[in-house]
């Protein structure tokens, strides 16, 4: 028996137009990305194994070494979603931890003071002074009951 690993080319351009084909079926209308996520990691791996060499498989340390590459990035991935989602708690608790003090906020080029009256939570927390909401990342400077600063 004789296996060609090689395709001529009338077999490479039926391939690669099933390819292309079922690719576009996949992707439907999604917004093609310039990055490189893990579902592409997992096809450039799938592509690689189903187009090797029976006579000359690849090699287990490479294949080890791809595996470890996709957990790395599949990690990563998940320390992100979860630092943001510790930022945004942080970001609220810290906006409630001002409730009731006396602030100094600047906002439009002016110093506003006065008392927290209400916190709004959030990604975004907002803080109520003087009748009106700003954004918790004006904040300038925390004073206690007797005036003194805690900044």
Not at 74 to 84: A, H, P, R, S, Y
Request: without cysteine; charged residues 20%; negative net charge.
């Amino acid at each position: 028996m004789d296996f060609s690993t090689q395709m001529n080319a009338s077999e490479s351009a039926k391939v690669s137009m099933q390819v292309d084909s079922f690719n576009k079926s996949l992707n439907g209308n999604k917004v093609k990305s310039q990055e490189l996520g893990k579902d592409d990691f997992m096809k450039i791996l799938i592509t690689q194994l189903s187009h090797q060499d029976p006579t000359k498989p690849m090699e287990d340390k490479e294949f080890i070494a791809q595996m470890a590459q996709f957990s790395s990035l599949e990690q990563m991935t998940n320390m992100n979603k979860q630092f943001t989602n510790m930022a945004e708690r942080l970001n609220s608790s810290q906006a409630f931890n001002v409730l009731g003090k006396n602030v100094e906020l600047m906002s439009a080029g002016q110093t506003i003071q006065g008392q927290v009256e209400a916190v709004t939570g959030g990604e975004y927390p907002q803080l109520l002074v003087n009748g009106s909401y700003y954004d918790f990342n004006t904040l300038q400077t925390v004073y206690n009951t007797k005036g003194e600063s805690q900044l």
